[in-house]
Each structure stands twice: as structure tokens, then as C-alpha cells.
């Protein structure tokens, strides 16, 4: 497992999530857990790879039988949300990738961002 804390330019926390994997006979899953105020928003992504692009989505083709989808967890109840989530993740060189990250709910987009990552901009 792993965590990812996102500051801005105040150095104030805005992001913080944690990450793990899971997997069946036949696919691995990406699992990412959002803390909320007595409950958690957990994402789990299936991959799709596509010649030099790597692509997460949370919902597949109707009729899917995966783990993939977004829950709700509360003290009382898990549900699986209306929402779709997917990262477009694609090598620009060695050192650098550029992301794609879009939510929908009911099927309409309300969130989309544009990552580009740098290996060198993080120590190691």
C-alpha cells in the first residue's frame, strides 16, 4: 500500500489517497481509497493496455463481471456509485508521462485534468 499527499503552493494538504492492488485468476486491479467525513470513495480500476499507452478505467462493457467500479463505503452500507472514472497514462520519455483523468457521473463529465509527470522533479 501506498499513500500520495498532493500540497499546493502554500504547502497546505489538498489531496491524500491511498493506493493498493488486488487481483483475480485472470486480471490485476488497481485500488485507490479516498477518505471522507465518515466514510470512504474507493476506486477500483481495471487496466487496458493499448500499444505504448496505458489506460485505468473503473467501468468496462455492460455485462462486465469485474471488481472494477466506484463504491461508497460507510459504517453501514458499501454501494456502488453512478460514476465512471479513467486514467489515459501514456511514456512522453524515459523519465516523463503524460495523464488524462476524467470522471463522470450518470455519464456526464464533471471532472477532467491533465497530469504531466516528471521523475526528476521528485527526489528518490
Known amino acids: 500500500m501506498r499513500a500520495w499527499i498532493r500540497h499546493n503552493e502554500k504547502g ?3 489531496f491524500f ?3 493498493a492492488q488486488h487481483h483475480d485468476e485472470s486480471t ?4 485507490i481509497a479516498l477518505p471522507l467525513p465518515s466514510s470512504q470513495l474507493t476506486a477500483i480500476l481495471k487496466p ?3 500499444q505504448s499507452d496505458f489506460l485505468l478505467k ?4 455492460k455485462g462486465s463481471t469485474g471488481d472494477e467500479g466506484l463504491y461508497l463505503h460507510t459504517p453501514f452500507i ?3 456509485l453512478p460514476m465512471e472514472e479513467s486514467f489515459h497514462m501514456k511514456p512522453e520519455t524515459e523519465n516523463s508521462l503524460t495523464a488524462f483523468h476524467q470522471m463522470k457521473l450518470f455519464g456526464i463529465t464533471f471532472l477532467t485534468i491533465q497530469y504531466h509527470i516528471d521523475s ?3 527526489p528518490s
Open 120 to 122: 526528476e522533479s521528485y
Open 78 to 80: 458499501t454501494l456502488k
Open 17 to 19: 489517497a491511498l493506493y
Open 12 to 14: 497546505e494538504q489538498v
Open 48 to 50: 487496458f493496455n493499448k
Open 28 to 31: 490485476r486491479y488497481m485500488n
Open 58 to 61: 473503473s467501468k468496462c462493457s
